[in-house]
């Protein structure tokens, strides 16, 4: 068993990276930085990203460097959450209206494991088990949407049992619905890549936007739980969509795993609007951490990303065009 790690001071800490040669010009600054916020998550997450080899930093390498590595990867994750969550809320929306509307007057139907396809039973036992308990745990509270429909109605619609559900949850439950319905789901959220790519003719498949919807979900996952989203790789390559990753001069047989990746493939889950604030969040972001970097250049950071070389010099998008001027008189 190896001997426990020591307490060292932040006068300690600050000495030990002058040592392995970061250039700390303000130690009093950095001194306070260290001491409100975990040396563990800065200096052991993001100094390698400045360094040539293990404990050893690449020329002209500074404090402030990491501290802004540190600050831009935080609210990265947090550009990402929040559009995440707006992804979140259009999939569950649209999942409400294709299940009601598959099942119109059937109780409790989510329940039921004849509204599901039968080469998916893990996901069906699993959808099934999860609301039931979402149910049962939430009708012994007053003053819920899941209690009042119970009490009155002997049901809970499925637009209500999905505010209740997360995003694995969700996933989960759309890969076990019939191939009908998650077609029509698909197509539904077409019409967000229709509006992002400005096209007519777009349909996902089923196979895509599950595929699309996984790796979602596991960098909404990264985001929400503090790890670093530098580096972050998703388990399985999503799908290949010719209409989207052509466009953005991605093969078929690349590897489709980055947060980049992830990116683009937003466009099927966002508003024109919305994946505007997400593109134009992030490009502002990188173009900011370019202008604090002075040892290395920003594609050495955003290639971490996935980014490709110098996407942030790129134009902004337009996220609302101004009403029309209206005439004189």
Not at 74 to 103: G, M, W
Not at 143 to 170: H, Q, T
Not at 245 to 254: A, P, Q, Y
């Amino acid at each position: 068993m190896r001997e426990k790690r020591k307490f060292t001071s932040i006068n300690e800490q600050i000495q030990l990276l002058k040592s392995r040669g970061l250039t700390i010009p303000d130690e009093q600054r950095a001194h306070r930085y260290l001491l409100t916020n975990n040396y563990y998550n800065i200096i052991n997450g993001y100094s390698k990203y400045f360094q040539s080899k293990p404990d050893v930093f690449i020329c002209k390498a500074t404090f402030d460097e990491v501290c802004q590595l540190y600050f831009y990867d935080k609210e990265a994750k947090q550009i990402f959450l929040n559009s995440i969550l707006s992804a979140e809320h259009h999939l569950k929306s649209v999942l409400a209206h294709k299940f009601a509307e598959a099942y119109p007057d059937k109780r409790y139907g989510y329940l039921d494991v004849g509204c599901y396809q039968d080469e998916s039973i893990l996901d069906i036992v699993y959808t099934i088990s999860k609301i039931s308990h979402v149910i049962k745990k939430n009708k012994k509270f007053k003053e819920n949407s899941i209690r009042y429909y119970v009490d009155n109605y002997d049901d809970v619609p499925i637009w209500v049992i999905v505010d209740y559900l997360d995003f694995g949850d969700i996933q989960s439950m759309i890969r076990a619905l019939p191939l009908m319905i998650q077609n029509n789901i698909a197509k539904d959220m077409s019409g967000f890549l229709n509006e992002n790519l400005n096209v007519k003719s777009t349909h996902l498949s089923p196979e895509v936007l599950n595929s699309f919807i996984g790796n979602i979900r596991e960098t909404r996952n990264v985001c929400a739980h503090g790890n670093r989203l530098l580096d972050f790789k998703c388990r399985a390559s999503a799908k290949y969509f010719p209409d989207l990753h052509d466009k953005f001069g991605i093969r078929e047989e690349s590897e489709k795993k980055s947060v980049y990746d992830v990116f683009i493939t937003l466009q099927c889950f966002l508003s024109r609007t919305e994946y505007c604030v997400l593109y134009n969040s992030l490009r502002k972001r990188t173009r900011t951490l370019a202008n604090h970097l002075q040892s290395l250049s920003i594609n050495d950071i955003s290639a971490h990303l996935g980014l490709p070389a110098d996407w942030q010099d790129g134009p902004s998008l337009v996220q609302q065009q101004k009403a029309p001027t209206p005439p004189n008189g």
